[in-house]
């Protein structure tokens, strides 16, 4: 079984400031997913990275897929209250997506 | 933007009883999926559907779960004998393999099972 790890478990930030947030595993996988939950809520697909050194971005947001296919981080650039929620990261496998554990990151005004 | 909806937001049914959630996905995406997420627990994968039958389920999907796709439009999760443990919030989803391979998920239906 893929085992995804997502550092750290939880982030609290003032506004303005950079974070990054990683997702990692021993395994190697074809392509990878970032969600963002908010409570109550579904998983909205971010993005999906799928070449080994791959950068995608996404505003303030940037998601980076490892050389060897086997991590991911997400750096956002001065963050916002808005950016409040739990970030995850998945894998698709055997018709199934393969979740982290989220990084619940808190953005203070 | 298309959406997945579910129906209802919240459901409060006792033991014992029989609750069907309802799901429609995006109107051409070709595989449907359920999931539940027990509260401050991780996302879990329960079942699968493709091509009108079961792809993949997980050991959490045992006997007192199905799933019908009744008219190519709906897409239930049927609990036959409810738990305790079967409170969690669940989400369907669905996917086209054409090119994107993100899910879209459904903003989920909350079901306390008292």
């Known amino acids: 079984t893929q085992l995804l790890e997502q550092s750290p478990q939880f982030l609290s930030i003032q506004e303005g400031e950079n974070l990054t947030v990683y997702c990692n595993s021993s395994?190697?996988?074809?392509?990878l997913q970032w969600y963002r939950q908010e409570p109550g809520e579904g998983p909205v697909l971010l993005v999906t990275?799928?070449?080994g050194g791959e950068v995608k971005k996404l505003k303030r947001l940037t998601f980076q897929f490892g050389d060897a296919r086997k991590d991911s981080s997400l750096h956002i650039t001065a963050a916002q209250p808005g950016d409040t929620g739990l970030y995850l990261c998945?894998?698709?496998?055997?018709?199934?997506?393969?979740w982290g554990a989220g990084t619940k990151l808190i953005i203070k005004p | 933007e298309p959406e997945v909806t579910q129906t209802p937001s919240h459901q409060v049914t006792q033991m014992g009883q029989e609750v069907i959630l309802r799901c429609v996905p995006i109107?051409?995406?070709?595989?449907f999926y359920w999931y539940r997420q027990i509260l401050g627990q991780k996302v879990e994968f329960l079942v699968s559907f493709y091509n009108n039958e079961i792809s993949e389920k997980s050991e959490i999907f045992d006997d007192q779960f199905s799933v019908e796709r009744p008219d190519g439009s709906n897409f239930t999760l049927k609990i036959r004998s409810t738990k305790l443990e079967d409170s969690a919030m669940y989400f369907c989803?669905?996917?086209?393999?054409?090119?994107?391979?993100?899910?879209?998920f459904g903003s989920g239906t909350r079901l306390t099972v008292v």
């Open positions: 395994s190697v996988f074809s392509s």
């Open positions: 990275v799928v070449t």
């Open positions: 998945a894998v698709d496998s055997n018709y199934q997506l393969i």
């Open positions: 989803a669905s996917l086209n393999r054409m090119g994107n391979y993100g899910y879209t």
């Open positions: 109107s051409n995406h070709l595989y």
